[in-house]
């Protein structure tokens, strides 16, 4: 199994595959809980994924839909609902949803979450609304938690603001390239010297026209296998039953983060093939 920490080489220097567990494992905790950040640890993940948005009363709360109604007992926008309301709900277990019943977890704040995972795993913070941004920098840097703290924000929108806002955080852009336009927008992102990009290609041929490119640039590429949005079919669901076959093929095509909703199953396989 992979050690969990707060410090990752992302150096294509470094062959090891990074694991990343998408909300945590919320196959045994409500996602974005503090417990599924532990389970995620515990699965071997290298870093956790999650969401974050404020809520009406400016604070940052980590949850993924505008709605309080999926993962919480409670209805409702989030912007419009103040963390004292928040915090008397209850999240619902696993990916919520009436059908699953209501847990004892609270919605937990970013800056609680952060405090939980520092010193044992990396959280990558996908900032539900381009707009909270620069606010999600200066809290982050506040807290002290960069060494910890991946944010991520889309290429075509954010990039340029990124750049202006002078922070040592580590920042991925995700792109979504049309076909054709994989290394005119890699070329495109070189001046940024991204560590890592989240991909979304149209078809595992262009990974592999990407590898020249991406070596230069030195830049890891991390991809979704989730069945909410897998490339090209290369979903979780046929990488459990063979992984040799998504997983594999997707790091010998020069894939070297995968995001998953199960991280165990991938970091076992990982182990097992050495492929650290």
């Given at each position: 199994m992979s050690q969990n920490s707060a410090t990752l080489d992302f150096s294509l220097k470094n062959p090891k595959v990074i694991v990343i567990s998408h909300r945590g494992v919320w196959q045994k905790a409500p996602e974005n809980s503090l417990l599924a950040v532990d389970h995620a640890i515990q699965a071997g993940a290298d870093i956790v994924e999650i969401d974050t948005q404020k809520c009406s009363t400016g604070e940052f709360v980590v949850i993924h839909d505008e709605t309080l109604d999926r993962t919480t007992n409670g209805t409702g926008l989030v912007c419009e609902t103040s963390l004292e309301q928040i915090k008397a709900l209850r999240l619902r277990h696993s990916d919520g949803g009436k059908e699953n019943a209501v847990s004892d977890y609270s919605l937990p704040l970013l800056s609680e979450l952060l405090e939980h995972a520092k010193g044992k795993i990396m959280i990558n913070i996908d900032t539900k609304k381009p707009e909270e941004l620069a606010e999600l920098i200066k809290e982050v840097e506040q807290l002290n938690m960069q060494d910890i703290a991946i944010v991520k924000s889309d290429f075509n929108t954010t990039t340029e603001t990124w750049n202006s806002l002078n922070t040592s955080i580590k920042h991925m852009p995700m792109l979504t390239p049309?076909?054709?336009?994989?290394?005119?927008?890699?070329?495109?992102?070189?001046?940024?010297?991204?560590?890592?990009?989240?991909?979304?290609?149209?078809?595992?041929?262009?990974?592999?026209?990407?590898?020249?490119?991406?070596?230069?640039?030195?830049?890891?590429?991390?991809?979704?296998?989730?069945?909410?949005?897998?490339?090209?079919?290369?979903?979780?669901?046929?990488?459990?039953?063979?992984?040799?076959?998504?997983?594999?093929?997707?790091?010998?095509?020069?894939?070297?983060?995968i995001q998953t909703d199960y991280p165990k199953q991938l970091a076992i396989w990982l182990e097992s093939k050495s492929v650290k």
């Open positions: 049309k076909k054709g336009q994989l290394i005119t927008n890699l070329k495109a992102l070189e001046t940024a010297k991204p560590f890592m990009i989240e991909l979304i290609p149209q078809n595992i041929e262009e990974l592999w026209e990407a590898k020249q490119q991406l070596e230069k640039m030195d830049c890891r590429i991390w991809i979704n296998t989730l069945d909410l949005v897998p490339p090209f079919d290369f979903s979780d669901s046929k990488a459990v039953v063979n992984p040799e076959s998504i997983w594999g093929t997707l790091i010998n095509a020069g894939v070297g983060a």
